[in-house]
């Protein structure tokens, strides 16, 4: 791995997880007694609908199931790019494309109230893109760097 791609691999997995750090430390204080108040510092990052959160401690968390497996498959996407074989930004791109379309199609077809969703499904879409975007992020910046020098 090139040493421009490592940085933004590393990048990836590091906000990331820190997201998802906080969101659980969050998590973890208002089950123990803190106000549900704090889950307003993630609106930034998610809508954090309740019904839409995985529950953790009894607590819902600050960010949707979606959301949470996004930041988690961007974390994982390092690991991805580490196993696979390597592939050209064009097949990353297409990777990318496809692991999106559930997602749309799931996010698309609640918001118009044709049907509700799960978490369960808003995760596994989820957690598709965040590592095929990640995939693709890594790619790029690699495939730039070797076209580049």
Partial sequence: MKRDSAIVAAALAAVSTAILSVSLLCTWAIAHGASMRWRV??????????????????????????????YAGLG?????FLLLPRMTERAARLVMALAVLPLAVDGFTQ????????????????????????????T????????DS
């Fill in 111 to 138: 918001l118009a109230r044709l049907r509700e969703s799960t978490n369960v499904l808003r995760g596994a879409t989820g957690l598709a893109a965040g590592i095929a975007f990640g995939l693709w992020a890594i």
């Fill in 76 to 80: 994982l996407a390092l690991f991805a």
């Fill in 41 to 70: 510092l993630f609106r930034p990052f998610c809508h954090g609908i309740v019904e839409r959160c995985y529950a953790v401690w009894g607590v819902p968390m600050p960010i949707c199931a979606r959301c949470t497996a996004i």
């Fill in 140 to 147: 790029a910046v690699e495939s730039h760097v070797v076209t």
